[in-house]
C-alpha cells in the first residue's frame, strides 16, 4: 500500500512539473487555472497528499499540450509553428508596403515624365533638379524672348576689320568630354566660334577618356549616346576621339601649323571674343609654352579677381524653401531678376569685419561661412545690401563665403577652403553674371604685356620659322593679341582652356623627359597637368590672357555637388539661349523640377 502510494506520489510529482514547464514557457494555461495551481502548491502541506495529487490532475486535463496529445516536444512543435505564423504575416505585411510603394512612384515618374524634353533623358543624377517650367520637346525654347540686342556689348576686336582668322593656321578645339548636362551648354559656343560661323574653329574634336586613363571610365550610357547623336547632328565640324593613356587629350595635337585649343568639359561660358584673342595671343607672343584663359572659378585667378573688383558681395539664399509664389523669373540668367536682396536682418551677428583676428581664430565660424549647407534645391545666391555700414562694399564683400575664404587665406587650409567650397564657387558665378548684365567684363582684364628676352631661337622646324614670321608680322602691322598677360611663374596650372602650338605639343609629348615624367601616378590620374610640366621642361612659361574670359562650373568634386543644388546650370542656360544660340538650337533641361518650383 505504501508502495502503491508512492508510486502514485512521483507520477504526480512528474505530472506537476510537466504542467509548470508548460506553463512558464509557453503561457498556454488561462489565468484562472494557474491561480488554482499556485494555490494547490502553497496550500500542499493543508489539504495533504492525496488532495494535491487530484488538483494537478485537474490541470492536466485542462493542459493544451495534453489535450492535444502532446508533451514537452509539442511545446516546442507550437512555438515552431507560432514563429512561423508570424514570419508570414511580417513577409505579407513587407509585400503590401512594397506594392503601395511602387504604385506611388510609377504615379509620380508618370507625372513627371512631360518634364524631360530630351530625347537623351536618363535618370538624373543625385542632386540635379531644374527651376524651370517642364514642357516637352523643343517649347521651352520656342517660347523664350527674342535675343535681346546689345547684350554683354564690352568687346575689344579691332573696330573697323573685326577678327580675322589667318590663312594657313588651323586652329582646332580639343574638348574633354564630361557628359551631356555641360557639353549641351557647350555646343552653343562651339558653333558660333566654327568658321562656317564665322568664327575661328576648324574643327571640333571630343576626347572620350578610355577606361583607367584618369578621366572617369566610359560614361554612363545616356552621356555616351548624346555624345553621338550631337556629333552626328555636326557631322563636318565635330568628331570624337578616344584618350590615350598620360598625356590623354593631347594625343591628337601634333600638327604643323596648327593651334590648338584645349577646352575642359565644365566650361559653361565663353566670351565671344575669347577664342580669337587666345589665337591672336598664340601668334602675337610666341616663347610661353601655352596661352590659357582668364577661367572664373579657377583657383589660380580668382584671388586676382577679387582684387579688381570683379567679385560681388553674394550670399546663398537665407530661407530655407523657395518663397511662395514659385519664382516667375527662373528662366533668366540675370541677377536683378530675383527680385530679392540679403536682407541685413539675416546676416550672422558674429561677421563683425572689424574683428578680423577674432573672425579667422573662429575656425567653425569660418568653415560654416565659407562652405555652409545648401538651404534647397535651386536656390539662387541674393546681393548683400545693408551690410556693415551699407557703403563699405568691401566690408560688405568680407561677410561672404569668398571675402571669408580671403580673410583665411594667410591660414592653414585657407587656399583648399577656396578650392573645394561651392558656396565661393557660386558666388565668382552671380558676379560673373552680374558683370554681364551690367556689361562690364573688362572687370576682369588686368596685367600687362610681357616682353621675354631674349627672344626663343627657332629649333629649326618649318613650323617654328613660321610661327617667327607671323610673330614679327604680328608686331609690325599691330595685330591684337597680348596686350594684357599675367605669368604663372610655373604654377601647377590646371589650363580649362588653353591654346598651345602644335609643333611645340609634339616636341614636349616625344621627350625622354616627359616619358619618364608621364610614368607618374600624379600625370596619369590629371591630364591638365602635361600642360604644366612640359611647360617647366621646356622652360617656357604658361601665360593668362585675362581678356579671354570664361567660366568653369565646377573646380572638384565638393564644388560640384554643392552647385547641382544652385539654379546656376539654369542661368547659364538661359545666358545661351538668349545670348549665344541660334534659335533652332536652344536648350531645354535634363531633369525634373526642384521641389517648390
Not at 39 to 53: C, M, N, P, S
Not at 518 to 540: D, F, L, P
Not at 577 to 597: H, I, L, Q, S
Amino acid at each position: 500500500m505504501g508502495s502503491a502510494m508512492g508510486e502514485e506520489e512521483s507520477h504526480a510529482a512528474a505530472r506537476w512539473n510537466e504542467a509548470r514547464w508548460d506553463e512558464e514557457q509557453t503561457g498556454f494555461l488561462s489565468r484562472p487555472q494557474q491561480s488554482k495551481t499556485a494555490r494547490a502548491t502553497t496550500g500542499r502541506g493543508r489539504y495533504g497528499k492525496h488532495r494535491w495529487a487530484r488538483l494537478v490532475d485537474r490541470v492536466d486535463r485542462v493542459n493544451p499540450h495534453r489535450l492535444l496529445g502532446l508533451g514537452r516536444r509539442g511545446g516546442r512543435s507550437c512555438r515552431r509553428l507560432d514563429l512561423a505564423r508570424r514570419l508570414a504575416l511580417a513577409a505579407l505585411a513587407l509585400a503590401c508596403v512594397s506594392l503601395l510603394v511602387f504604385e506611388v512612384l510609377h504615379h509620380e515618374l508618370h507625372r513627371l515624365a512631360p518634364f524631360r524634353g530630351s530625347p537623351f533623358f536618363a535618370a538624373p543624377r543625385p542632386g540635379y533638379c531644374t527651376t524651370w517650367a517642364g514642357r516637352s520637346g523643343n517649347s521651352t525654347a520656342q517660347r523664350l524672348a527674342p535675343a535681346k540686342p546689345g547684350v554683354v556689348r564690352a568687346g575689344f576686336a579691332p573696330r573697323e576689320s573685326g577678327w580675322v582668322k589667318l590663312a594657313g593656321v588651323k586652329v582646332v578645339a580639343l574638348v574633354m568630354y564630361a557628359g551631356r548636362r555641360p557639353a549641351d551648354l557647350l555646343d552653343c559656343y562651339l558653333r558660333r566660334n566654327l568658321v562656317a560661323q564665322g568664327g575661328f574653329l576648324d574643327e571640333v574634336r571630343f576626347i572620350v577618356p578610355e577606361a583607367g586613363t584618369g578621366g572617369g571610365g566610359k560614361e554612363e550610357q545616356a552621356d555616351v549616346e548624346y555624345l553621338r547623336a550631337l556629333v552626328s547632328g555636326r557631322e563636318g565640324h565635330y568628331s570624337v576621339v578616344e584618350g590615350g593613356e598620360g598625356a590623354g587629350i593631347w594625343d591628337s595635337a601634333t600638327e604643323d601649323d596648327t593651334i590648338y585649343v584645349k577646352i575642359d568639359g565644365d566650361i559653361v561660358f565663353i566670351h565671344t571674343d575669347a577664342i580669337p584673342q587666345l589665337v591672336h595671343t598664340r601668334i602675337a607672343s610666341p616663347h610661353p609654352f601655352a596661352v590659357a584663359a582668364n577661367v572664373v572659378n579657377d583657383a589660380l585667378t580668382a584671388s586676382e579677381h577679387l582684387h579688381y573688383g570683379a567679385v560681388h558681395a553674394f550670399r546663398p539664399d537665407p530661407d530655407t524653401q523657395p518663397p511662395p509664389p514659385p519664382p516667375s523669373s527662373s528662366e533668366t540668367w540675370r541677377p536683378s531678376a530675383v527680385g530679392r536682396l540679403f536682407p541685413p536682418s539675416r546676416m550672422p551677428p558674429r561677421l563683425n569685419v572689424s574683428d578680423v583676428r577674432g573672425m579667422t581664430a573662429a575656425k567653425s565660424l569660418l568653415d560654416d561661412e565659407i562652405t555652409p549647407q545648401p538651404p534647397y534645391a535651386g536656390h539662387p545666391f541674393l546681393l548683400v545690401s545693408g551690410g556693415g555700414d551699407g557703403v563699405d562694399q568691401a566690408a560688405d564683400l568680407m561677410r561672404t563665403p569668398a571675402g571669408l575664404a580671403h580673410l583665411r587665406s594667410g591660414n592653414a587650409g585657407g587656399v583648399d577652403a577656396a578650392r573645394d567650397s561651392w558656396a565661393v564657387a557660386a558666388q565668382h558665378h552671380w558676379s560673373l553674371l552680374k558683370n554681364l548684365e551690367d556689361d562690364a567684363v573688362d572687370r576682369y582684364f588686368f596685367g600687362a604685356p610681357l616682353d621675354y628676352f631674349p627672344p626663343r631661337p627657332s629649333d629649326g622646324s618649318p613650323s617654328a620659322a613660321r610661327v617667327a614670321e607671323l610673330a614679327s608680322a604680328a608686331a609690325r602691322e599691330g595685330w591684337p593679341g597680348a596686350e594684357q598677360l599675367f605669368d604663372t611663374v610655373y604654377d601647377k596650372h590646371e589650363g580649362d582652356l588653353v591654346a598651345a602650338w602644335g609643333h611645340d605639343v609634339r616636341a614636349a609629348l616625344s621627350g625622354s623627359e616627359h616619358k619618364a615624367d608621364n610614368n607618374r601616378k600624379e600625370n596619369k590620374e590629371q591630364n591638365q597637368m602635361t600642360i604644366a610640366a612640359a611647360s617647366r621642361r621646356a622652360r617656357r612659361p604658361v601665360v593668362v590672357d585675362t581678356r579671354a574670359v570664361a567660366a568653369r562650373f565646377a573646380s572638384s568634386g565638393p564644388q560640384r555637388d554643392g552647385l547641382a543644388r544652385t539654379d546656376l546650370l539654369d542661368r547659364w542656360r538661359a545666358f545661351a539661349n538668349e545670348v549665344v544660340c541660334a534659335p533652332v538650337d536652344r536648350k531645354v533641361p535634363f531633369d525634373a523640377r526642384c521641389p517648390g518650383f
